[in-house]
Nanobody, 117 residues
Framework: QVQLVESGGGLVQAGGSLRLSCAASGSISSINVMAWYRQATGKQRELVALIINSGSTNYADSVKGRFTISRDNAKNTVYLQMNSLKPEDTAVYYC???????????WGQGTQVTVSS
């Protein structure tokens, strides 16, 4: 099984930055895609960014140019660097691990990001 532990959320003013971390453990070799999702109050969970084992990345249009997903294979950790934060980025952010077949292996526990105006 895969376990995910997230950290790095918090309160920041608009225009500020935060970095989220997601440390994976367990059956690491089964993971093909790591992704960050977010869910704002009253809204559906949405994909923010993902990184494939090949190194390819993909971003939601709303965060392109502001957020960067990266990974440290030695630490089995994925990061989401969030710059130029906006109040509309306020949400609970979840880390997600998927297999090569697209099956979700694990969700993280979620970390709150609040951006004040």
């Amino acid at each position: 099984q895969v376990q995910l532990v997230e950290s790095g959320g918090g309160l920041v003013q608009a225009g500020g930055s935060l970095r989220l971390s997601c440390a994976a453990s367990g059956s690491i070799s089964s993971i093909n895609v790591m992704a960050w999702y977010r869910q704002a109050t009253g809204k559906q969970r949405e994909l923010v960014a993902l990184i494939i084992n090949s190194g390819s990345t993909n971003y939601a249009d709303s965060v392109k140019g502001r957020f960067t997903i990266s990974r440290d294979n030695a630490k089995n950790t994925v990061y989401l660097q969030m710059n130029s934060l906006k109040p509309e980025d306020t949400a609970v952010y979840y880390c997600n691990a998927r297999s090569a077949g697209g099956l979700t292996l694990r969700w993280g526990q979620g970390t709150q990001v609040t951006v004040s105006s």
